[in-house]
């Protein structure tokens, strides 16, 4: 028995997952584009084989000497910065830009944060904001290393960020059982748990956004509970926002499932996006792309 026996109903072709997460390991990095450019990665990091992907440019697969990639000095200077490919998909689907007020409500280490500073070109204004010490020093770090000169950070419960201003954009990226980014199935228990914090979260950041704004929420985890559950039941709460359907060009993955188990999510949670190995090419990922009316 596979130990994400309980998700084989909604999982497309299990049996492919099953055998594709025995062994799913991909290192990859995204190329500062503040402080370089593509063609000079390529070139400096040859005996690496880097690999490019299809849905986007600024990324690269690591595919010989993986474990030396963060001993090289194209890291140390912040040419490059090691992430993980699903990671970069919510900077892609909610595309901030240059000039727009952006929230990041959860944004430590800052993986996602500098690469929306980068699609903004270091202009504009990101609010970047976490409750932790230690993973506020990982931020301050990378921002620093990267270049990034567009960033405020906020130290604050997301579930508390004071409601003084409102946001273009902003990104929940939530705390979760990361399922998917570890590729070990977590206990019931442990999604039940986070589902307040994660749909308090993402409450805060709707009443943070601006009519006409964009909201992406996501997780690295394959639960239903942390995400169908967490976007139907905000749905229903709030009436003065919908989902959009998500596209990256290039990049396949599976609809949002609107049942499980007996709970029923309904059927507006199809336009979330759900990223597997055996699909995405990625770790396992979902995203919901919400607008204020």
């Not at 690496?48 to 993986?66: C, G, V």
């Not at 929230?103 to 800052?110: F, K, R, S």
């Not at 949002?256 to 336009?271: A, D, L, P, Q, T």
Request: aromatic residues 10%.
């Amino acid at each position: 028995m596979h130990m994400f026996e309980k998700y084989a109903e909604f999982i497309p072709e299990f049996e492919e997952f099953c055998r594709i997460t025995q062994n799913f390991e991909i290192t990859s990095i995204r190329i500062n584009t503040l402080k370089t450019n593509k063609e000079f990665i390529e070139k400096n990091l040859k005996k690496f084989s880097p690999q490019a992907i299809e849905w986007y440019d600024d990324a690269l697969i690591i595919t010989k000497n993986k474990e030396k990639i963060s001993k090289t000095i194209e890291h140390a200077l912040g040419y490059i910065y090691i992430q993980r490919l699903e990671s970069m998909i919510p900077p892609l689907v909610l595309k901030p830009k240059s000039g727009e007020l952006v929230l990041d409500l959860c944004a430590a280490p800052g993986s996602k944060t500098t690469q929306m500073a980068q699609l903004m070109s270091n202009a504009g204004r990101i609010v970047a904001n976490d409750v932790k010490e230690k993973r506020l020093r990982a931020l301050f770090g990378n921002i620093e290393r990267l270049g990034v000169i567009n960033i405020t950070v906020t130290k604050f419960d997301g579930r508390k960020f004071p409601e003084i201003l409102k946001f273009d954009k902003i990104l929940v990226d939530v705390p979760c059982t990361a399922e998917g980014k570890s590729l070990r199935e977590a206990p019931l228990y442990r999604s039940r748990k986070l589902f307040p914090k994660q749909l308090k979260l993402l409450e805060k950041g709707i009443r943070l956004l601006k009519e006409g704004g964009t909201l992406v929420y996501a997780t690295c985890t394959i639960s239903p509970i942390e995400n169908e559950l967490v976007v139907s039941k905000i749905l229903e709460k709030v009436r003065r926002i919908k989902l959009e359907r998500i596209k990256i060009k290039g990049l396949k993955f599976a609809k949002g499932i609107s049942e499980w188990k007996g709970i029923e999510f309904g059927k507006e949670v199809k336009k979330c996006a759900r990223f597997y190995p055996h699909i995405s090419g990625t770790g396992g990922f979902f995203v919901a792309k919400f607008r204020k009316k």
